[in-house]
């Protein structure tokens, strides 16, 4: 079996590579040969070593996957069949949540100021996000959408904000 990758108009191309959010819960496309005849064939189909949420058989050359959640880059992906497995080293990537700004800028010393982080890749649903701010963790951390966190800011003095996720 040979896999190659696919983009997201699901044109075979060997050379690509496919990334997207890091929640998962989307659709991709696995291109190569030797997937079997019929759904039966297809037993599973992997990212980074993890199975995804849903694998669909299309062909013998093709399948789709909807990715699950995980981070890293570089990921190789994994297609076993009944009779075989075959895997594409490297060829996908999690992008990570990315803080793009936040305000207001400036908060009372003691802490409790309700800052607004925008960025992407968030999530599509509440992920249970914790941000940080100056290095300090949020005294409370609030999922908006997939671009917004609300954070309740904690005592200190300035800094940079970043952005972490907890299971």
Not at 9 to 16: I, L, V
Not at 130 to 151: H, K, M, Q
Request: glycine fraction near 14%; include cysteine.
């Amino acid at each position: 079996m040979e896999i190659v990758g696919g983009e997201e108009n699901w044109e075979p191309n060997p050379k690509a590579s496919a990334h997207g959010p890091w929640y998962g819960g989307w659709w991709v496309g696995v291109y190569g040969r030797n997937f079997g005849e019929k759904t039966a064939d297809l037993k599973s189909i992997e990212i980074g070593g993890v199975r995804c949420r849903r694998e669909v058989w299309l062909s013998d050359t093709s399948a789709a996957c909807m990715v699950p959640k995980g981070m890293g880059l570089e990921q190789d992906v994994q297609v076993e069949t009944k009779h075989s497995t075959g895997q594409l080293e490297g060829r996908f990537t999690y992008d990570p949540p990315e803080v793009l700004s936040y305000h207001p800028r400036n908060g009372a010393v003691r802490g409790g100021t309700m800052v607004t982080i925008s960025g992407r890749n968030f999530g599509h649903v509440d992920t249970s996000p914790v941000a940080f701010l100056a290095g300090r963790i949020c005294l409370e951390s609030f999922w908006v959408n997939d671009n917004t966190l609300l954070c309740r800011s904690p005592p200190g003095v300035g800094g940079s904000t970043s952005l972490h996720h907890v299971d």
